[in-house]
């Protein structure tokens, strides 16, 4: 019993998840200038990765503590948590991305977009928003 214990534990220690986006670079660039801003062309950090990641880490710890108990009663994977685990992450983010207010667009840019509405415009954007289960340290 043990060993099996060890090795589902072993099999969990493994690996990782991921949370973020996927996509091309134009892609990239844009969800780096709304996480970071762009002090060169005067656009504020709207950051919605990490400030969702932030806010997923209670629910996400209180999810692995239940899960290696269960893994350890043989009640439930190393799978199921992990993807709990990345559900939870990206359920966070996402709910970031879609309260994102302030600061608010400056308005020349809001003239150019013909409305004030931050990121909602940006569907491609929100639609990469993704998590993967890797190996620890492989990051693709």
């Known amino acids: 019993m043990i060993p099996a214990i060890r090795a589902k534990l072993q099999e ?8 973020g986006m996927e996509g091309d670079a134009e892609l990239a660039m844009i969800a780096g200038v709304h996480e970071y801003g762009s002090a060169k062309m005067k656009i504020p950090a709207r950051s919605f990765i990490g400030v969702g990641k ?10 692995v503590k239940s899960g290696v108990q269960a893994i350890a009663e043989d ?5 199921t948590l992990l993807r709990d685990i990345g559900e939870i992450g990206l359920d966070r983010v996402l709910k970031r991305f879609d309260k994102i207010r302030q600061p608010a667009l400056s308005p020349l840019y809001a003239a150019i977009k013909g409305n004030k509405k931050i990121l909602i415009q940006d569907k491609d954007l929100r639609d990469s928003l993704t998590y993967k289960i890797v190996r620890k340290g492989e990051r693709t």
């Open 12 to 19: 969990l220690a493994t690996k990782e998840v991921l949370v």
């Open 75 to 79: 009640a439930e994977s190393v799978h």
């Open 54 to 63: 932030k806010r997923a880490s209670a629910p996400i710890s209180k999810r």
